[in-house]
């Protein structure tokens, strides 16, 4: 689904980074610190497990500050997300034209490459 995704907003004209394989929350962290996305698109389940901690350490790191989060799930989780700090939540399966046009609204006024 996530390489589906990343071709998606790539074919949109929006660069994407995108985590390969199994990695640790920290080492998302890490790769959001060195390359300061305007927006992370982040399922609430992870590697196993929810993601909520990795949204509330996004949300107190200040070099984040100005990044917009969108959440995804399976599941009806939309307030849950909203309530630990996402901004947008969207529920699979969605349709292309959903997704580009909640990440477009998230990024409205931001310094992200738009086309």
Known sequence: MEGLLGTLLEME?????????RAHFEDILDLARQERPDLLLMDVHLYG???????????EDASFALAR???YSGMALGEVCL??????????????????????KALQGTTADRH
Request: glycine share 8%; charged share 30%; no cysteine.
């Open 13 to 21: 004209g929006y660069q994407v980074v995108h985590l390969e394989g």
């Open 83 to 104: 309530r630990q700090g996402a901004d947008d939540f969207i529920q699979k399966p969605f349709m292309p034209d959903e997704i580009l046009g909640r990440v477009k």
């Open 69 to 71: 989060v969108i959440m």
């Open 49 to 59: 497990r929810e993601s909520f901690d990795l949204l509330a350490a996004i949300r």
